[in-house]
């Protein structure tokens, strides 16, 4: 029998999976430099809102997922704020909603962005990927794979000062998914990575774990591969969105 | 072709709902009356408290399962009340810690009740189908599963009184889940039952929905079955509860 393999020490595993987020996150896609510099079109901010809000919209799915195979009241209890984050207590509440004034502010009309029409299949297969990840692996890996949000501040930060400086939409209420964003996913990462810092207690978990989060890395920097195939060199597929398409009405708005 | 089969009206298909529980509703079966009838021994009572557990315990499980497979933020928000009633927003709170007050009060210990150990095979088999159900059957037949709390009220009540008056063990403390449900229930069920006869909107719909409250009263019926056989006809299976197992150190206490 060959020896177990050590695990890394907590220090050790939280800097490896940081390194993941350095490395992979998908602040590094030049959709995002494209983006926060100010040098994306109208239609590719409309483009980039409509196939976002496919992964928000799963977002609240993937943690009720979660929660499903959980039995643990306290890890529920826990983890329930996620989806009161984004769904809202009330109708227009939530993130889901705050998404949708982003929508409005670019000239699209909300009602057309929330039916998901003329979203990416590249998109969706990478959101229903993620939300089947969550449903089938371990919770170990669940909750390793929603570590990003290690990562998520920053770019929020960078996306509330580019937008604002570069595009004539952006405004407080346009971007208040972003600033509430700012505070809120610090408290959720801080709960995951205890956890997984936690849980991760031998060499294979802490592998599966590390895994987990490169897989959601892949989840977000696909959604933006295919944001720019179809959008910034103009491969718009069979069935997506295309730009005039979905406007605000804005005599009637 | 064959000529559409018209649906019910709401009305007759309300009705035809209400007769399921009518005939079905788990307060038709002989473990109730003989509980609530205060003929129980004090293990009865533990071993329905124990086995009445693992349901409870998977409510929430089953609640977020489908709250997975819901797109519209709405029904989530409105389904959402559900896990916050039975995990409560603090430890200590909601339907489970309620119902481990209970296990307390008749003199198991919590923690024991609280792992599931030693519930009836026959309970898990009932309970995880009725999981499996909500995660794979249609929409509809998820709601119409839950609508067995049309009936549960009158049951909560009935409990409330005949073990008030039969058993020493029962006061408010060790009853309050049955009085938080008498308020919590007809909300959801006000709800449940009104999306049911808004979207059964075929005869087709309507047999699947009843079909789906049916299996739910045979998820219910069937754990007092295994309960009934296990202790009070005596045949305990391997691996289940027996009486002295798990007992609060009353010393400890």
């Known amino acids: 029998m060959t020896p177990a393999r050590p695990p890394q020490s907590r220090e050790d595993f939280e800097a490896r999976l940081r390194a993941i987020g350095a490395e992979r996150y998908h602040d590094r896609h030049p959709f995002h430099a494209r983006l926060h510099g100010g040098d994306c079109t109208p239609d590719e901010v409309r483009a980039w809102v409509i196939n976002r809000y496919y992964y928000q919209s799963r977002i609240p799915m993937k943690d009720a997922a979660f929660m499903s195979r959980v039995d643990d009241p306290a890890l529920r209890r826990a983890w329930r704020k996620r989806m009161e984050d984004h769904d809202g207590s009330e ?6 909603a705050r998404w949708l004034k982003l929508a409005r502010a670019v000239g699209l009309d909300p009602d057309y962005v929330a039916t998901s029409d003329g979203v990416l299949a590249g998109t969706r297969f990478a959101v229903d990927g993620y939300v089947r990840f969550v449903r089938e692996m371990s919770l170990l890996e669940a909750v390793a794979s929603s570590l990003t949000e290690l990562f998520a501040p920053k770019i929020h930060a960078d996306r509330i000062e580019g937008l604002l400086k ?6 407080d209420a346009a971007l ?8 809120e996913a610090p408290d959720d ?5 205890a956890w ?5 207690d ?3 978990r802490q592998d599966a774990a590390a895994a987990a989060l490169t897989f959601k890395t892949d989840v977000l920097w696909t959604q933006l591969d295919a944001l720019w195939g179809a959008y910034v060199e103009g491969r718009i597929p069979p069935g997506a969105w295309r730009p005039g398409e979905g406007l605000l009405d804005r005599a009637a708005a």
Chains 1, 2 share one sequence.
């Open 166 to 171: 570069h595009y004539a939409f952006a405004d």
């Open 196 to 200: 997984v810092l936690d849980h991760a």
């Open 202 to 204: 031998t060499a294979e």
């Open 176 to 183: 208040s998914y972003f600033r509430k964003r700012l505070t």
């Open 91 to 96: 109708a227009g509440e939530g993130g889901i």
């Open 189 to 193: 990462v801080a709960f995951g990575l």
